[in-house]
């Protein structure tokens, strides 16, 4: 019994470890921009867990844009984003399905250029979320990300000055968040040069600095009927 369990784990626990994701292509009005452009991409697919660490603003890595393109649109620009556990977009779940949580996207405006940005400071604006989309069946966002093929979009608001920005993508894990550190922080930045815009002031925070580990939204345990869910950080800016 014990040689059967110890082996049925030791075969388990590589296979959770590699369920974890990426953001790896980002597109504009429908048009694929490739594999891993336009992305501060971190070292490996693990995600972050500590909400006061400078890893929770871009990933690991992820507060140097050099050598990282920028892709230009126009404002209004509708932005897709998708996500995978590796360099496939078949073969398996984009995320993997046990991995439910909430989707965010938050927009913080360069001072020069994105590539030089680092995202410090109360620069990030909350302009999507997702969360808990359906109680009675315990449907998430990250459900529906995954039955998408890893994708979700976001519209940038037209209002937003044009110039250049980091797109920050985030979906939370909280298949172990009873306790904290547990919550999973998978963060993508996008590097966005909008050629139009409007002259809107819109609410920001920081990140890290807004989310605590004592947030209801990240520390939960869901696997309790949850019956609602209130997503970490500032309420959307819808422009
Ligand atoms: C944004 O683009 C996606 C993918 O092409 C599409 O499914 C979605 O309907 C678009 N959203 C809007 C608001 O146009
Ligand atoms: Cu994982």
Redesign the pocket.
């Known amino acids: 019994m014990r040689l059967a369990l110890s082996s049925s784990l030791a075969l388990l626990l590589p296979v959770l470890a590699r369920a974890h994701f990426t953001l790896q292509y980002v ?1 504009a009005n ?1 048009v694929d921009g490739g594999y891993n452009n336009y992305v501060r991409v971190p070292p490996n697919n693990n995600p972050v867990t500590d909400v006061t660490s400078t890893d929770l603003t871009c990933n690991v890595g992820g507060t140097s844009g050099a050598g990282v393109q920028t892709l230009s649109v126009a404002g209004g620009a ?1 932005i ?1 984003l998708e996500w995978h556990q590796h360099a496939q977009r078949t073969g398996e779940d984009a995320i993997s399905g046990g991995h439910k949580g909430p989707v965010l996207v938050y927009i913080a405006k360069a001072p020069t250029t994105a590539a030089a940005f680092n995202g410090q400071g109360a620069v990030w604006t909350k302009i999507y979320q997702s969360g808990l989309l359906t109680p009675s069946s315990q449907t998430w966002a990250s459900d529906v990300v995954n039955a998408n093929a890893g994708k979700h ?1 976001v ?1 940038l608001p037209a209002s937003l000055p044009a110039g250049e920005y980091l797109l920050r993508a985030e979906m939370i894990a909280l298949h172990v968040a009873a306790t904290y550190p547990g919550a999973q922080f998978y963060i993508g930045c996008a590097q966005i040069k909008t050629t139009s815009g409007g002259s809107a002031a819109p609410p920001k925070v920081a990140l890290p600095g807004a989310y605590h580990g004592s947030d209801p939204g990240i520390t939960v345990n869901i696997y309790n009927n949850l019956q609602s869910y209130v997503a970490p950080g500032p309420a959307v800016w819808t422009g």
């Open positions: 597109w429908g509708n897709t979009s519209v």
